[in-house]
């Protein structure tokens, strides 16, 4: 029995929220094993010939040049500030808790669209937000779950690797309105991911990673974040196209939940009752932040 064209293409959707769900673990793995220059080096150089054998070469010419000076680059900014913060958190769960702080870039991109880019949206938007802060904070304050005091210990032992985290969603929030306002409908993917293997091999250049003492495991890990990253970006853009995007978008917004069940089996990130309920909460801002935008445009159409 011959699966339907649609249907083929949201489950080809699916795949890409499983594979961002896997990015957080395999990315602490990368930078722990090859440092942090080497390892995005070789990963984004991976990443991008697995997309140029599903786009091909891109063409700049079609972009907008205040697309291509301010747009991209927000995107590349972002992974800059993501894997640094990845990088520099201390051991698995306070990785996972700065993969939820960068999470918080769904309901940013909506936040900045209603400010900034003419999206309408109706009053629950501001509750689903501060439901996924609510969230972090729960996340942040460990065992004890809503103490400001556990927050602000937590945060003061480790800055910058949330510091980051944050700028990292609050600028892929940016590049997703940027995308939507300059792009003409056109697809940056590759150029970004070109973007980012010069950025990191220039630093790679100028740092002391090396390569030859990565293990096994960190190999592996570099093959499927090469595989999980780069088929994300085909198997979404295939879906979305093709299939049922109301689908897609529901099920990217488990990406969390994803995130940590890989998390717990790749990196041996032990998470307490507080932190799941907290990645549950920011699930659930995320999805009241969604729906408070698709009532306005069922309206509409």
């Excluded at 697995?50 to 091909?56: A, E, I, S």
């Excluded at 969230?135 to 779950?145: A, N, S």
């Excluded at 979404?236 to 488990?254: P, R």
Aim: hydrophobic share 50%; with cysteine; charged share 10%.
């Amino acid at each position: 029995m011959c699966i339907p064209s649609q249907r083929k293409a949201t489950l080809t959707g699916l795949m890409a929220p499983i594979s961002w769900g896997m990015s957080v673990g395999l990315s602490r793995c990368i930078t722990e094993q090859f440092g942090l220059a080497a390892g995005l080096t070789i990963l984004n150089i991976a990443i991008c010939i697995f997309l140029l054998l599903f786009f091909g070469r891109p063409r700049l010419g079609e972009f907008p040049k205040k697309y291509l000076l301010l747009g991209i680059p927000m995107a590349n900014i972002s992974s800059l500030c993501f894997y640094s913060s990845i990088y520099l958190s201390d051991g698995g769960a306070q990785t996972m808790e700065v993969g939820m702080v960068n999470y918080l870039w769904p309901c940013l991109v909506l936040l900045i669209a209603v400010l900034f880019n003419g999206q309408r949206a109706r009053w629950w938007l501001l509750p689903g937000i501060t439901l996924s802060f609510a969230g972090i904070l729960l996340v942040l304050g460990g065992e004890q779950g809503f103490d400001l005091s556990a927050v602000c210990s937590h945060f003061r032992h480790n800055p910058w690797s949330y510091i980051l985290a944050f700028f990292g969603a609050l600028s892929w929030a940016i590049y997703s309105n940027l995308t939507r306002a300059w792009s003409n409908g056109k697809n940056p993917t590759l150029i970004i991911f070109i973007i980012d293997a010069i950025l990191f091999s220039c630093l790679w250049a100028t740092s002391c990673d090396g390569i030859s003492q990565a293990s096994l495991m960190g190999w592996i890990s570099l093959f499927l974040g090469a595989i999980a990253m780069g088929g994300s970006y085909a198997a979404w853009s295939y879906g979305v196209t093709k299939g049922n995007i109301t689908v897609l978008a529901i099920a990217s917004y488990f990406t969390p939940v994803l995130s940590c069940l890989f998390a717990t089996l790749w990196i041996g990130a032990r998470l307490d009752q507080s932190f799941w309920i907290g990645v549950f909460v920011i699930v659930t801002g995320s999805l009241v932040c969604w729906s408070s935008s698709t009532v306005i445009k069922k309206r509409i159409a």
